[in-house]
């Protein structure tokens, strides 16, 4: 037969000043947990697993007061003697705890040991503004995941669990449940060795977010170092506590995680950052423009929410012959895959065109790379080329399934270049052709390339969109207002997004070329 385990007295909560005292005579104990509590919440005591409980004789709801009350056999009343009543229900045995006040409370702490009865955690822990800190006690990690809700702050966690707990015989009813919560089949005695710091490891990944207070004895300060090592924010000597000390150490890890956690955003955020810079630089390059009378202007603002990258692409180049090649591109969709096929495939024209190619073959070999890089054979990219001759005054015009560019030149209104002999989106006929267009520019011209970005915002609240049509038609206003270079593309960028009534759905990519006289 077990040897009873003497009860350890628990601090009634009329001596902590959590709830008035019940008068001598007030007959039975009538208990009310506070609402919100969580039935191993007990800010004043911890229970005993080992003691033996009473189911209650009665416990249908006062008619006066709507609560649930509960008679217990062979205790006493708690208010008149200090001592503890246990009355509730819960996985076969019943208790409940100790009157208390719904006061609110800052912190919620889970202490995780297997001696309930044996460690001296002080029960009145009070937060910084004076305020009962509420202890959920779990005496093995499958309590403990089960008490572990967002509430929970901090974990106080027993470095003594991680020992595997004494087999029982089959003499003493079978199985046994080991500290680390798993079913032990008991009857052989034996024990299993483990990683001394196996249960906070296992700890730390069920709460990566809070903040982890390892115990252990005065005379093993080194496995406490090493438990801050593994990830606790700190360690205390279980037989050194006070209730001042605990009080204080809670409050410094919560706030210590806190402090580690909001680094690590931070940390991960400056990397993201810089990611986002590098990609960013990657898409929207730089012009090698060097040697040429051309003015040259950008704007760019990708369609997805907060995003910085989308899946238009542009690119601006000057060859040693004097020619300068545009282009300006748009991958169908506008997530990250497509922007990173963007930046390859303006990274393939830019080499491609350094190295001599342009038109039909420049063409051609950009679809070979769409076709080996996509992730999905239903992906493809429209493309807009030129090249305008050292003189500036001609161009060759290539469309791959994109809008053509906009001329503007002094005393003649804003059109756009014939797009008759536009071929298909690159990555929709294999062996497609692209003809190059001769069109001639004049001796002072702005030429815009965009993308479908541009005209597919809708005008006003109905279905209508703003098309090539509105645009040549708005850029013909703003140029009469004396709009010019980069105030014209925010100009226009601007009031296409008014008219869309808010962000557009797609990436805009507009590019600007200006030659003077």
């Not at 690119?315 to 997530?335: E, K, L, S, Y």
Request: charged residues 25%.
């Amino acid at each position: 037969m077990p040897v009873p385990v003497p009860r350890q007295r628990a601090i009634p909560a009329v001596e902590c000043g959590q709830a008035p005292a019940a008068s001598p005579d007030s007959g039975p104990s009538k208990e009310q947990a506070p609402p919100g509590t969580h039935p191993a919440e007990n800010p004043t005591r911890r229970e005993n697993p080992t003691e033996k409980r009473e189911k209650p004789t009665d416990t249908s709801p006062d008619p006066s007061t709507g609560t649930a009350t509960g008679t217990s056999t062979g205790t006493d009343s708690p208010a008149a003697t200090g001592t503890d009543s246990r009355t509730a229900t819960g996985a076969g045995r019943t208790h409940t705890d100790l009157t208390r006040s719904a006061v609110p409370t800052n912190l919620t702490v889970l202490l995780i040991e297997d001696d309930p009865a044996g460690s001296p955690i002080v029960p009145d822990l009070l937060d910084q503004a004076g305020k009962p800190i509420r202890v959920r006690t779990a005496r093995n990690l499958t309590e403990a995941g089960r008490l572990l809700t967002d509430d929970v702050h901090c974990i106080l966690l027993d470095l003594a669990l991680s020992a595997p707990a004494p087999a029982r015989t089959s003499a003493d009813g079978g199985g046994n449940a080991n500290a680390n919560g798993n079913g032990n089949g008991g009857g052989s005695g034996d024990t299993e060795d483990h990683d001394e710091l196996a249960v906070l490891r296992h700890v730390l990944e069920l709460a990566p977010r809070h903040a982890v207070l390892a115990l252990t004895s005065s005379s093993d300060a080194e496995r406490g170092a090493e438990a801050v090592a593994v990830g606790a924010q700190d360690y205390l000597f279980r037989d050194e506590l006070d209730g001042r000390l605990l009080s204080r150490a809670i409050r410094y890890a919560v706030e210590r995680k806190r402090s580690d956690s909001a680094e690590r955003r931070l940390a991960e955020g400056r990397v993201r950052a810089q990611e986002n810079r590098r990609l960013e630089r990657g898409l929207l390059p730089t012009p090698l423009l060097a040697g040429s009378p051309l003015r040259f202007a950008a704007r760019y603002r990708p369609g997805r929410s907060r995003a910085l990258l989308g899946g238009d692409f542009y690119d601006v180049v000057r060859t040693p012959d004097g020619t300068v090649h545009a282009m300006i591109g748009d991958v169908c969709g506008h997530g990250p895959d497509e922007a990173a096929l963007g930046v390859e495939l303006r990274i393939a024209w830019r080499a491609l065109t350094l190295a001599g190619l342009c038109g039909d073959e420049l063409l051609g070999t950009l679809q070979q790379v769409l076709e080996h890089e996509r992730s999905d054979d239903e992906i493809f990219a429209t493309l807009c080329a030129v090249d305008i001759s050292p003189d500036g005054r001609r161009a060759g015009l290539c469309l791959a399934g994109h809008p053509s560019p906009l001329i503007a030149a002094p005393g003649v209104p804003a059109r756009l270049l014939p797009y008759d002999n536009n071929g298909p989106a690159l990555g929709l006929l294999p062996g497609a052709r692209w003809p190059r267009m001769q069109v001639e520019l004049g001796a002072e011209w702005s030429l815009m390339l965009y993308t479908d970005g541009l005209i597919e915002g809708h005008v006003g609240e109905g279905r209508e969109r703003l098309g090539q049509d509105g645009m040549v038609e708005m850029v013909r206003r703003q140029r009469a207002e004396g709009l010019r270079g980069e105030e014209l593309l925010r100009a226009a960028v601007n009031e296409v997004r008014e008219l869309n009534g808010g962000e557009l759905a797609d990436d805009v990519a507009v590019v600007l070329l200006d030659r003077t006289a």
